[in-house]
């Protein structure tokens, strides 16, 4: 509430003329053995956040913060108990499934010139890869009001957010005022899954590509973010490397 830190909370119901990144995300995918039902509530809380987002501007030297935008997610506020991850496990909880907005607006400020100033990710990795579209590793964790997704706008021009539950999909814009002068790709390398007594972790590499509009060609290249979490399922299908964690020992 101290804090100096010029924040986003302007709205603009029309519409900044370009488009920058645009994206959707499944809203209900069959995970292990997961309960539907926390999913189906999981769009209810979706509905609510993406109010709370939707139109938001963020201006030169302003940064974005879900958590300040959304705020708690209480009954008194409409939300319901939808999926939340626990120690790996998904659990019900009052405004469960909201994550998946923090996933999809990271996953698009990624392909943006915004700077990503704090974002936490998932100890574990409770799921199979099944149906995944975007890299492992790329999403976000939001714990109100400690854990916190948020970007700032280091450009001269603003930008803003579009988001909204579809038939079928959580779908999300980032628009601004003109065109930048850059486009990215973003991709992992080093996908390996680690076996260490009786317990699998998964490790990755986060990448981006910087690519000049005009020309198409690739002007620099950067790590984003290592990746290792402990897995909860079984892999399958897949290679594992056996370690021994003895060659690790803990720092003294």
Known sequence: MRSSTPYARDRRAVDLP????????????????????????????????????????????????????????????????????????????????????????????????????????????????NGRVLPWGVGCSIVYNYVDFQFRNDTDQTFQLRVGVGERYLEGEILAERSTSSSYRVFARGERFLRAGTEYFRRNEIWRTVIDRRTGAAIGEELLKENVALVKYMPTGVDVIDVDLRQYPPAS
């Not at 609510?48 to 009954?75: H, W, Y």
């Not at 998946?100 to 607006?105: F, H, K, P, V």
Request: net charge positive.
């Open 18 to 129: 370009v488009r920058v990144k645009r994206h959707k995300s499944l809203l209900l995918r069959q995970l292990g053995e997961t309960e539907m039902w926390m999913q189906h509530n999981k769009v209810t809380n979706l509905k609510l956040a993406c109010e709370q987002v939707d139109g938001v501007l963020i201006k030169p030297g302003e940064t974005f913060s879900f958590n300040k935008l959304v705020g708690n997610a209480t009954r008194r506020k409409g939300y319901v108990k939808g999926m939340r991850l626990s120690n790996g496990q998904a659990k019900p909880g009052i405004g469960g499934g909201i994550c998946q907005l923090a996933n999809l607006l990271h996953w698009m400020v990624l392909h943006s010139p915004l700077t990503v100033t704090q974002r936490s990710n998932h100890s574990f990795d409770p799921f199979p890869d």
